[in-house]
């Protein structure tokens, strides 16, 4: 119960209930604090050395290519690794990619998968967290030119590594997964090897992060310098969501509370509960317009996912040769990205990671009961089947035309009845622990 102080409790007027303000776990805080700028700095320009990390560069060379960036980044990975007392291991996810639109003959390919393993053998979920460190330039087939891939995505893998050096340190309930994957610009090749893997070999994957262009501030069409904006793309309704849960969500008004909206408004509340200076921009869409990252592929296989992405992206800096034209200087290079920015955003990833990993699992078969007709709304549950067990569960409302959740009613029991009307309001349950970890809230379904 040492961290029972973070819960300040605010009962309501003739409610059985409690309405919850929650303050930053002190342990978290000080993980946070660690995420340097100066190692996000080191890592994204040491990157950039490698002159091309295309996907079909060179595997060969110590110095340059792929080959050598995921050689140099596996061992970073296992440095941090021998601070974490045999938790943490390192290793590549190898496999073969068949020819296609853009690539030129089947090659082999490999993502760094650092993984933290939890604490708890009881706790299966796992969190995964990742950036892709493949670059490219104008001709999406040119392996050989002058890549840096400085911000994109330079910036997610630097984020991915920065923190699994700062939490390997730490224990967690839960596995935590850092990833750098290849192939994204190719067609989300990495990405898709895990996802594909993950549910092959059946991975609990409870929630993945995806950070791809987390470091630019500065609006290619204007002066704006927005260095605390940062988006979270999430997907409405789930992407492998089938016809019929499709028309019970139409039915209920849920179509923008799918499991990574979810995340995506767990993302907001917690990264700026821990991180001063950041707004998290929920945006309903999977992606952006005729773009797509390596969140998708989870999504595709029922995974929880979302992705970070700056929030005034560059065009002149992404996919650009190095040149000058007409005085306007193209090219992704390291001098134009804002560490401090990425710093922020690696610290709001490392929050909702943190907070995760220690909380409970979600509540299992959430559901509004609807037998009767009445203003009140009553809503059910059953403990989480892994992990730890709760201390308690907080009940969200919000309005209908709400993005956000409004109000947390903290109770112990798996059953509340609250004065609102499930007409007018829409609800979710989350397990608590004694600390104030916090699991992903669930949507409930109608039971009678």
Known sequence: MKYIKTLILLFIAASASAQTIIKPDANIKQMVDEVSSKNIEATIRKLVTFKSRHTLSDTSSKTTGSG?????????????????????????????????????KPVKLKNVLA?????????????????????????????NG???????????????????????????????????????????????NVAKRAK??????????????????????????DNRSVRVFSDGVATDATD???????????????????????????????????DVKLIYRRDRYL??????????????????????????????NIRTENGVDYGDLPDFVDFNYVQKVARMNLSVLANLASAPGRPQNVGIVTSDLTNKTKLTWEVPAIGKKPAGYYVLMRETTSPY????????????????????????????????????????????
């Open 244 to 278: 019929k849960q499709v028309a019970a969500l139409k039915s209920l008004g849920g179509e923008n509370d799918s499991p990574s909206r979810e995340l995506a408004r767990y993302a907001k509340e917690t990264g700026e509960r821990y991180v001063d200076q950041l």
């Open 405 to 448: 959740w409004e109000k947390k009613f903290y109770v112990t029991d798996t059953t509340t009845t609250l004065a609102y009307s499930k007409d007018n309001y829409f609800f979710a349950v989350q397990s608590v622990d004694a600390d104030g970890h916090e699991s992903l809230p669930v949507f409930p379904k109608p039971v009678r």
């Open 115 to 143: 993984i933290l393993k939890g604490t708890d053998p009881t706790d299966t979920r796992v969190y995964l967290v990742s950036g892709h460190y493949d670059s490219r330039i104008n001709d999406v087939m040119d392996a």
């Open 200 to 225: 092959a070999e059946k991975w609990n994957i409870d929630a993945m992060l995806n950070n791809d262009i987390v470091g630019n501030t500065h609006g290619m069409e204007t002066d704006l310098k």
């Open 68 to 104: 050598a960036a995921r050689n140099w980044i596996k061992g970073e990975m296992e440095k941090y690794a021998k601070e974490s007392n045999g938790r943490m291991t390192v290793q590549f996810d190898t496999f073969t990619q068949p020819k296609g639109t853009r690539i030129d």
């Open 146 to 192: 002058t890549e840096p891939g400085a911000n994109d995505d330079a910036s997610g893998t630097a984020l991915s590594m920065e923190l699994a050096r700062v939490m390997a340190k730490r224990s967690f309930p839960a596995t935590i997964i850092f990833a750098t994957v290849v192939g994204e610009e190719q067609g989300l090749y990495g990405s898709t």
């Open 291 to 320: 773009r797509g990252g390596d969140h998708l592929p989870f999504l595709e296989q029922g995974f929880t996912a979302v992705r970070f992405t700056e929030m005034n992206e560059d065009f002149n800096r992404q996919h650009q």
